[in-house]
Nanobody
Framework: QVQLLESGGGLVEPGGSLELSCVGS????????MAWYRQRPGERRELVAS???????TYTDSVKGRFTISRDSAKNTVYLQMNNLKPEDTAIYYC????????WGQGTQVTVSS
């Protein structure tokens, strides 16, 4: 059974940083393309960043230069380092194993506010 467990969210002031972590289980993590999504209140879930098993990364334009996605296959973990956070980054963040469309974790809340 595919399971995804996100952590690392919290309340941070504008300009601050957070690192999100997601541990995956129930699938072959080392080959699996992984991604971070976020969902703001009243909006659709959007793709933030993705990383392939060969470490190729993509980012949505609004986070380029501020967020970094990485993975540690020895730990079955994918990370999202978020720097220079803005109020518009406030959302619930979810990691996703891209081959398993219907499987989502609980997410982790990120709130950027002074």
């Amino acid at each position: 059974q595919v399971q995804l467990l996100e952590s690392g969210g919290g309340l941070v002031e504008p300009g601050g940083s957070l690192e999100l972590s997601c541990v995956g289980s129930g699938f072959r993590f080392v080959l699996e393309p992984m991604a971070w999504y976020r969902q703001r209140p009243g909006e659709r879930r959007e793709l933030v960043a993705s990383i392939t098993g060969r470490l190729r990364t993509t980012y949505t334009d609004s986070v380029k230069g501020r967020f970094t996605i990485s993975r540690d296959s020895a730990k079955n973990t994918v990370y999202l380092q978020m720097n220079n956070l803005k109020p518009e980054d406030t959302a619930i963040y979810y990691c996703h194993a891209e081959s398993y469309v219907l499987n989502w974790g609980q997410g982790t809340q990120v709130t950027v506010s002074s």
